[in-house]
């Protein structure tokens, strides 16, 4: 079946613009996490969905990123005002939901975002 | 809080030998281990994971890892490399998000 996608798979924009990215999860998972993957580092997480809500945005790095997943299926992260330190590879990821902690993450291939 | 570290941000083996690739974790509570492999421009993909059933977990392309709770790690072992297997290796904690090592860079010399 289709894995997590992510539009577009790279985003090239000034410094002070606005972008959205956006995230198609494996069809039925409940839980959608982003993440942000700068050079030479691990992913480091943004924000958690279950279903429509946020369960936890203790990530996301300042009121500049905000995201959105009006009916719990689709997502979309906005970033205002972008600075160049912003850029980074966000990665999507998806989950069924049903086993807890031991859920599997499923990624999408990441949207490269640079700001110049 | 439950961090993971990665020892070595790289690491590089000849073909056939055997890799190893180190993970020491940090958790108050029984912890979810992940291994995640990144091939170049990809996103991440999973190796393996520890849920608290077996001990040595096995996973695919004959990688496999052994969580030793009395030494906090959970390694990641190949008997035989394959160029392949180049690639960057993340081992990951669990919590409601995943919590990431900075990955292993891993370099098979033919």
């Known amino acids: 079946g289709a894995g997590v996608s992510q539009t577009p798979s790279n985003k090239v924009t000034e410094k002070g613009k606005y972008v959205e990215l956006r995230c198609d999860p494996i069809?039925?998972?409940?839980?959608l996490y982003w993440y942000r993957q700068s050079l030479g580092q691990g992913p480091e997480f943004l924000i958690y969905f279950q279903g429509t809500g946020a369960a936890d945005d203790s990530g996301l790095p300042n009121d500049r990123f905000f995201a959105v997943r009006p009916e719990g299926s689709v997502s979309t992260l906005k970033i205002q005002r972008t600075e160049r330190g912003d850029s980074a590879v966000y990665l999507c990821?998806?989950?069924?939901?049903?086993?807890?902690?031991?859920?599997?993450?499923?990624f999408g291939p990441g949207t490269r975002l640079t700001v110049l | 809080a439950q961090s993971v570290t990665q020892l070595g941000s790289h690491v590089s083996v000849s073909e056939g030998a055997l890799v190893l690739l180190r993970c020491n974790y940090s958790s108050s509570v029984p912890p979810y281990l992940f291994w995640y492999v990144q091939y170049p421009n990809q996103g991440l993909q999973l190796l393996l994971k520890?849920?608290?059933?077996?001990?040595l977990v096995k996973g695919i392309n004959g990688f496999e890892a052994e969580f030793k709770k009395s030494e906090t790690s959970f390694h990641l072992t190949k008997p035989s490399a394959h160029m392949s297997d180049a690639a960057e290796y993340f081992c990951?904690?669990?919590?409601?998000?995943?919590?990431f090592g900075k990955g292993t860079r891993l370099s098979v010399i033919a």
């Open positions: 990951a904690v669990r919590r409601a998000p995943l919590v």
């Open positions: 990821a998806s989950s069924p939901g049903l086993a807890g902690q031991a859920d599997t993450q499923y």
């Open positions: 520890y849920t608290s059933a077996a001990t």
């Open positions: 069809s039925g998972h409940t839980a």
